[in-house]
């Protein structure tokens, strides 16, 4: 017969619980970790989202002047939050879009009106087709309006 030589059940038995016990710890440190992170995120997405259910924005009227190339644009804050940092994107009928980025340090206030200039843009009127004034940072899917080239006045067209 061979001397053959094995690990004690004992030590076994300590060796498979300490493996599992060290498993445990390594899982559940990972998922507290992932969890409260999630949990952070999520937080933080629900109170803007909070804050945001009472941003509202129309625009009330836009002109534009062929012969200057000047855009006006008479927005309306319909909501119960201020907003700033705006931009008002030109969607055009050949499918491409003209941003333009309004003053940075106006402010638009609960109930108030606001006219945006811009001193020079360089498109065709008949080639707008919709015109859109949003928020950047400040709740930029509930803060935003649209409105069609129909309803756009032109002048010296």
């Known amino acids: ?67 200057s190339g000047k855009l006006s644009l008479y927005a309306y804050n319909s909501g119960s939050k201020d907003l700033t940092d705006f931009r008002i994107q030109l969607l055009l009928t050949n499918f491409s879009s003209y941003n333009l980025n309004a003053e940075p340090n106006i402010t638009l206030y609960s109930g108030d009106t606001q006219t945006f200039y811009n001193s020079s843009i360089n498109i065709t009127f008949s080639l707008i087709d919709r015109i ?11 803060a935003r309006s649209e409105l069609d080239a129909s309803k756009i006045t032109g002048y010296g067209c």
Do not use: E, H
């Open 132 to 142: 859109i004034l949003k928020t950047k940072n400040i709740c930029p899917t509930t």
């Open 1 to 67: 017969m061979k001397n053959r030589k094995a690990v004690s059940p004992l030590i076994a038995s300590v060796l498979l619980v300490s493996i599992t016990l060290t498993l445990i710890y390594l899982v559940a440190n990972w998922s507290l970790g992932f969890t409260s992170g999630r949990t952070a995120t999520i937080t933080a997405q629900g109170d803007t989202n909070i804050q945001c259910s009472s941003a509202g924005l129309a625009i009330d009227n836009v002109s534009y002047n062929c012969t």
